[in-house]
């Protein structure tokens, strides 16, 4: 059972920049897809980002375009999410998910195809 730890939440201004840091407990082995979603106070959750451990290839949801960026060390294990530019509206708890041995490149934004997911961390932006 792989578990997915979040770390690097916080509080920062508006313009300011957090990194996230996701770390499998595991090396895991093959493709995987792993994203970043977020649930903000009374809205719904939101897939931020997601990446192919394999392809490397990247997806952003359009509100964060330009500002965040996923990325993926798989020798460590860990998948980042840097937050750049920030706004209050990135004020949230940020989870890391991830569905293993993934087959094709496109990683959907669907929640209910990640498997494992982390406690989240919480990211809060003044302004």
């Known amino acids: 059972q792989v578990q997915l730890v979040e770390s690097g939440g916080g509080s920062v201004q508006a313009g300011g920049s957090l990194r996230l840091s996701c770390v499998a407990s595991?090396?895991?082995?093959?493709?995987?897809?792993m994203a970043w979603f977020r649930r903000a106070p009374g809205k719904q959750r939101e897939g931020v980002a997601r990446?192919?451990?394999?392809?490397?290839?990247?997806w952003h949801v359009d509100s964060v375009k330009g500002r965040f960026t996923i990325t993926r060390d798989n020798a460590k294990n860990t998948m980042y999410l840097q937050m750049n530019s920030m706004i209050p509206e990135d004020t949230a708890m940020y989870y890391c998910?991830?569905?293993?041995?993934?087959?094709?490149?496109?990683?959907?934004?669907?929640?209910?195809?990640?498997?494992?997911w982390g406690q989240g961390t919480q990211v809060t932006v003044s302004s």
């Open positions: 998910a991830a569905a293993l041995q993934w087959r094709g490149d496109y990683c959907p934004e669907i929640a209910n195809v990640y498997r494992y």
């Open positions: 595991e090396y895991i082995y093959g493709s995987a897809c």
């Open positions: 990446i192919n451990t394999g392809s490397g290839s990247t």
